[in-house]
């Protein structure tokens, strides 16, 4: 009995005796039997002259050595990443002194008068931040922010796109309220002066206004400079604000997934067969092929060329395996209004992204998807600004061929423009411009018909995004402003064909070209002389 219990207690370290044994077996094993790679040492050393215990003590050490190594490096990274998260913590405590947290202006309810303090530390540190009291060290001259000046009648612009003057009335109301407070702004301050509450003198009005001058720095506000007439001829009042910028809030944070938004390309077409088989090239690489979720609208007037262009969309169908495409024709004459209204109203689906367009026009899968992200049923229509493409014989007339039209498709002064009054390219749910009414139907011909439902939409409670993008792009084509278009319609048409051709740069070496021919042979022939 005695003995079997002492071999049931002797049993569990004969296991580990012979545990041990077998591991020590097969390392001497692998230390005695494993062949040396050809450029490298191995990685458990080969022992000779040790025991087996010794070989695999030295292992145990040398493995130990490498993780203390480890862990030292380890620790070092740790305090490298202490020291820089303190050193950044610091810098975030200094910035939150220096200004106020937005936050705590926006939701700090529980403690009014330090939001309130706050915001008003915020928007003092906006003028000290501005070229308000002192300059500030540009790098260039193009960094400098320019002043506009005013009158109480006219607005002197810099920046005036293609529809806007060099002097004009502020005819958009946001400018003229801006400027119409600012003086009544400056006029109550020149009646109210700051520690003269006894001292008579003299009641400003608004006649005595001479001028101002103002420029906005986006990231920091207003300032206006307003100068008013003094008590002599050669006196002045001059009175200096500033509109600082409040601090960023946020307003939403939302997904949007337009995974399902499908769009309606309507094309309003007459004759244009060339034209339309360029269109069908690049809807079919960048809508069917990029994007793949859209429907194709044409609406063909008249007859003529009209087998031709259902061929082009027959083939382009069966190439791309493409069935979301609607053919309509017309027997009338083309009127660009009541094909674009026809193709919306003809759709019988759910609700639907509307994307009016022409046979002229090149977009990108970019385009599609802005598109979508900036309508909105009920709430938003999309009114993009293309660019509009000059003549490319003139842009690279000294070039020895025209380039490709996917590499002439390059956003600078010299190859095109903003086409800032135009607004027949134009995406909207279905059931706004249903709502809206449509176009007016009895505009025929070119223009007219796209700024009146513009207006429609200004005149809405929708919210109109007009905005440039770079995914839009209005091909150059020869322009013909017939003589049965009306005077106004006929106006437009040829203000349209004279941008559509060059910079004023190029125009200008076309104007001077003689003179510049001439120019270039004497020099020649100075040349030859000397």
Known sequence: MMLRRGFILFLPRLIGLLVVACCSVSIVYMLTCTPKGDNQQLALPRVYSLTAKEGYEAILQER???????????????????????????????????????????????????????????LRSQIDKAEVHSGVKLSTEYAAVPFESFTLQKVYQLETGLTRHPEEKPVRKDKRDELIEVIELAVGSLNNPEG?????????????????????????????ELTFKG?????????????????????????????????????????????????????????IQQDGR????????????????????????????????????????????????????????????????????????????????????????????????????????????????????????????????????TCQYRSDFINIGGFDLDIKGWGGEDVHLYRKYLHSNLIVIRTPVRGLFHLWHEKQCLDELTPEQYKMCMQSKAMNEASHGQLGMLIFKQEIETHLHRQKQSSKKT
């Not at 740790?78 to 939150?96: D, F, T, V, Y």
């Not at 003269?196 to 206006?224: C, P, Q, W």
């Open 64 to 122: 130990e050595e490498q993780h203390r190594n480890y862990i030292i490096s380890l620790k070092k990274q740790i305090a490298q990443l202490k020291a820089e998260l303190q050193g950044r913590s610091k810098q975030l405590k200094n910035m939150q002194d220096q200004y106020p947290d937005t936050l705590d202006i926006r939701l700090d309810h529980n403690n009014p008068e330090k939001a309130q303090a706050n915001l008003l530390a915020f």
């Open 196 to 224: 003269d509450g006894n001292a008579k003198h003299r009641v400003y009005t608004a006649s005595d206004f001479v001028e101002g001058i103002y420029r906005t720095e986006k990231d920091k506000g207003t300032l206006y």
């Open 231 to 287: 008590d002599t001829k050669h006196q002045f009042k001059k009175i200096v604000l500033f509109r600082p910028f409040g601090p960023v809030m946020k307003v939403k944070n939302e997904n949007v997934n337009m995974a399902d938004t499908l769009i309606n390309v309507i094309v309003p077409l007459a004759k244009r067969a060339s034209k339309f088989r360029q269109f069908m090239q690049n809807f079919r690489k960048m809508g």
């Open 294 to 425: 859209i429907h194709l609208t044409v609406v063909y007037f008249g007859k003529e060329q009209m087998n031709e262009v259902k061929s082009i969309l027959e083939n382009t169908s069966k190439s791309a395996n493409f069935k979301n495409f609607t053919f309509i024709q017309l027997n009338e004459e083309f009127s660009r209004g009541k094909g674009l209204d026809v193709g919306a109203r003809f759709w019988k689906g759910n609700n639907v992204v509307l994307f009016f367009c022409d046979v002229d026009i090149y977009f990108t899968a970019e385009f599609l998807n802005s598109c979508r992200l900036n309508t909105q049923p009920g709430k938003k229509v999309f009114y993009p600004v293309l660019f509009s493409q000059y003549n490319p014989s003139i842009i690279y007339g000294h070039h020895d061929s025209i380039p490709s039209l996917e590499q002439q498709l390059i956003i600078k002064k010299e190859t095109g423009f903003w086409r800032d009054f135009g607004f027949g390219m």
